[in-house]
């Protein structure tokens, strides 16, 4: 089955305790992107690959970092989580990175920092 | 940067009713303008889309029209049905920053029985 899996689902965690979000898409695609989504903000991107080995900030990289060694993989890493933090993280991907296309969501991701 | 605003931010409506939601944006360069629907708890997914070279798109009871030159596009969802009832996104990408996605704030729309 065609899909984007993220892990974990929920995830309650302390100020400054290192975490990483995995993402994985079995679609072949190109591109894969990161976004947060709080309660009246909509999605907003954190950052996002074109391809392997390629990476740009979004709207929101601050307090983020990610990496893209392969082309399923893309994680996310929170490297001094702080409570601001705290919210829906979405993982999505797309087909080509040239023509932008419709984008695969996973499941999200329910981050709590305390 | 992109920005991209979405009104009306809540949309109540009668069922059988027509419903429209509209975005507009800032990047005359974008060129990809998508539509997602989120049911409470699930993750967004594409209802319709649409790129510059068109003006209007349709797909059964749901269209979207594109206004290039006012940097504004719309979702047209007919015969509005309970289980339309959800948080619809507006997006515009593929402009200055090629990889770049953004989202409106979203509408939540909720269709009465």
């Known amino acids: 089955e065609a899909q984007v899996t993220q892990n974990p689902r929920y995830l309650i965690t302390v100020t400054g305790k290192k975490l990483t979000v995995t993402c994985s898409q079995n679609?072949?695609?190109?591109?894969m992107s990161w976004y947060r989504q709080d309660p009246g903000l909509g999605l907003r991107q954190i950052y996002y690959?074109?391809?392997?080995?390629?990476?740009d900030k979004g709207d929101v990289p601050e307090g983020y970092k990610v990496s893209r060694k392969e082309k399923r993989n893309f994680p996310l890493i929170l490297e001094s989580p702080s409570p601001n933090q705290t919210s829906l993280y979405f993982c999505a991907s797309s087909f080509s990175a040239r023509v932008v296309g419709e984008q695969y969501f996973g499941p999200g991701t329910r981050l709590t920092v305390t | 940067g992109e920005n991209v605003e979405q009104h009306p931010s809540t949309l109540s409506v009668q069922e059988g009713d027509s419903a429209v939601i509209k975005c507009t944006y800032s990047?005359?360069?974008?060129?990809?303008f998508p539509w997602y629907k989120q049911e409470l708890g699930k993750r967004p997914q594409l209802i319709i889309d649409i790129r510059s070279n068109v003006g209007e798109k349709k797909d059964q009871r749901i269209a979207v029209t594109l206004n290039k030159t006012a940097k504004h596009f719309s979702l047209h969802i007919t015969e509005t049905q309970p289980e339309d009832s959800a948080v619809y996104f507006c997006a515009a990408s593929g402009g200055t920053n090629a990889g770049k996605s953004t989202f409106g704030d979203g509408t939540t729309l909720t269709v009465k029985p």
């Open positions: 690959s074109m391809n392997v080995e390629v990476t």
């Open positions: 990047d005359s360069a974008s060129n990809y």
């Open positions: 679609m072949n695609h190109e591109y």
